[in-house]
């Protein structure tokens, strides 16, 4: 049994440092490089945290891809959510910073919101979150791990980084009360929503990290 603790956690050790390389080394060098970039970077994503699962005899349910307890998810995750809405919301009010889209947009924008907060979270919870708890007996020092890998993604943005720092804390404190992905996209479609329209971009820099943050401050 020690044993085969010990080859777990080795390969999750290796699986963690492979997955933070294609990411890093996709923010901040090869996702423009050539065409195809986004296609591929989804398919080493998705594709490794997939075999990560494999190989362990996760099922989709054993990581939080279910429905069952979608409702109880989505109250826990309201109580964290909606008091960091509404302190943005104030603070927008405040400095006159409230930029919300046209009602036409907002739908289609908040699709896509969902479907990216949701594939940040499986990166976050179902992976990195996972993989360490087998490092850590710890889940405190499992979720501080996985906070910092998810907030370092998030560089050179230091707003952002801040955010995600405490975000991925917070998500994963709510995977492990109830494990449930699609709640955590919805919960992270909406708090991107409401930071992005409602703080300054000189602040926000339009939420973009790696290359594409330096863009933002001559803009």
Same mark, same amino acid.
């Given at each position: &049994? !020690?044993?085969?603790?010990?080859?777990?956690? /080795? @390969?999750?050790?290796?699986?963690?440092?492979?997955?933070?390389?294609?990411?890093?080394?996709?923010?901040?060098?090869?996702?423009?490089? *050539?065409?195809?970039?986004?296609?591929?970077?989804?398919?080493?994503? *998705?594709? !490794?945290? +997939? #075999? $990560?699962?494999?190989?362990?005899?996760?099922?989709?349910?054993?990581?939080?891809?279910?429905?069952?307890?979608?409702?109880?998810?989505?109250?826990?995750?309201?109580?964290?959510? #909606?008091?960091? %809405?509404?302190? =943005?919301? #104030?603070?927008?009010?405040?400095?006159? /910073?409230?930029?919300?889209? @046209?009602? $036409?947009?907002?739908?289609?924008?908040?699709?896509?919101?969902?479907?990216?907060?949701?594939?940040?979270?499986?990166?976050? $919870? =179902?992976?990195?979150?996972?993989?360490?708890?087998?490092?850590?007996?710890?889940?405190?020092?499992?979720? @501080?791990? @996985? %906070?910092? +890998?998810?907030?370092?993604?998030? &560089?050179?943005?230091?707003?952002?980084?801040?955010?995600?720092?405490?975000?991925?804390?917070?998500? =994963?404190?709510?995977?492990?009360?109830?494990?449930?992905?699609?709640?955590?996209?919805?919960?992270?479609? &909406?708090?991107?929503?409401?930071?992005?329209? $409602?703080?300054?971009?000189?602040?926000?820099?339009?939420?973009?990290?790696?290359?594409?943050?330096?863009?933002?401050?001559? /803009?």
């Amino acid at each position: &049994m !020690l044993k085969e603790t010990k080859r777990w956690r /080795s @390969a999750a050790i290796v699986e963690i440092a492979v997955m933070s390389a294609i990411l890093l080394s996709y923010i901040w060098g090869w996702q423009h490089a *050539f065409p195809g970039a986004s296609q591929l970077i989804l398919v080493l994503y *998705f594709g !490794l945290g +997939l #075999l $990560s699962q494999f190989r362990r005899g996760e099922s989709l349910r054993d990581v939080g891809v279910r429905a069952d307890n979608f409702p109880r998810a989505l109250r826990n995750a309201a109580l964290v959510v #909606l008091p960091a %809405a509404a302190v =943005c919301l #104030l603070i927008g009010w405040a400095l006159d /910073s409230l930029h919300f889209p @046209a009602a $036409s947009h907002t739908a289609a924008l908040s699709l896509w919101l969902i479907v990216w907060g949701t594939a940040q979270q499986y990166g976050l $919870s =179902c992976f990195f979150y996972r993989r360490l708890r087998e490092i850590f007996a710890s889940t405190w020092a499992a979720t @501080a791990g @996985a %906070a910092i +890998l998810f907030a370092m993604f998030h &560089m050179p943005n230091g707003f952002l980084v801040a955010v995600t720092l405490a975000a991925g804390v917070a998500a =994963c404190r709510l995977y492990q009360r109830e494990r449930n992905l699609i709640a955590l996209g919805v919960a992270h479609a &909406m708090i991107s929503f409401i930071v992005l329209y $409602s703080l300054p971009l000189s602040v926000t820099h339009g939420l973009h990290v790696g290359p594409g943050y330096y863009l933002t401050l001559h /803009s």
